[in-house]
């Protein structure tokens, strides 16, 4: 096996989106633009509801997809086609925007944690104009598996030890877990050569490639077969996500993202025309 060294470590940037939601971003910065094909990585974590509360009211997507994971707290999404939702602890959902919708993501609390992360992937040009949509995943329908003391493993995409994720039918064929480690614990994650591949740790600390990673940190794998992940005094949670690279033309504004500004400027005028 080929291990996977660290190719760079990246803090979030704060910042807010939507409506006001207070954020941090570890992709689609300055400092690290893109990592193909995901093009943002957002983890929003208050238990103010100032923070949060002004959610992310009705906006428009054209030409990837957004994935939403929920830790703690709900969230109620709605679109213009009619479809709604609620995301609860521990639930996800993928939404493949593809041709284009409106839709908008608000609390159903007004106070008391709300963590989770938002992740936007890329569609590759000939998937961009398909039609719009939704992988609702319940908490209940994503599998968990204990890992012979190690730590605790929950599957949202792909496959791993044999635990297949619900989220299907992505053209980038994403692997998505989220990975509890227990105190000291070290464990080996097969990931296929030639997936992009990156871990954002959110509690505790771990140790990878002889570096010690604390949390809320953004690690960005070399490519290989597998990474060597070890937990640290006061165990480490961490996802991982890894998915094949596109290697197309990005032309991004905003809610929008295709292969060239034309495409762009025909995003904006179908939109303006209510087409979406």
Known sequence: ????????????????????????????????????????????????????????????????????????????????????????????????????????????????????????????????????????????????????????????????FGVIGPVSEIATKPLFIDLDLKPDQEIDIPIAQGKTAFMFIFEGTIHVDGETVETDRLVILEDGDQVSVKAGLNGGRFILLAANPINEPIARYGPFVMNTQEEIYQAFDDFRAGKF
């Open 1 to 160: 096996m080929t291990e996977r060294s660290i190719d760079q470590i990246v803090s979030p940037v704060p910042t807010s989106d939507g409506a006001g939601v207070k954020i941090k971003r570890a992709i689609g910065t300055p400092t690290l633009d893109h990592l193909d094909p995901f093009l943002l990585l957002d983890l929003f974590g208050s238990e103010d509801g100032a923070d949060y509360i002004a959610g992310f009211p009705d906006h428009p997507h054209r030409g990837f997809e957004t994935v939403t994971y929920m830790l703690e707290g709900k969230m109620r999404h709605r679109d213009n086609a009619g479809n709604e939702g609620l995301l609860g602890s521990g639930g996800a959902q993928w939404m493949t925007a593809g041709r284009g919708l409106v839709h908008s993501e608000m609390p159903e609390q007004t106070d008391g944690l709300m963590k989770g992360f938002q992740l936007w992937v890329n569609l590759p040009a000939s998937q961009k104009m398909i039609a719009p949509r939704y992988q609702d995943i319940n908490p209940e329908e994503i599998p968990v598996k204990e890992l012979d003391g190690i730590g605790t493993l929950k599957v949202i995409a792909g496959e791993l």
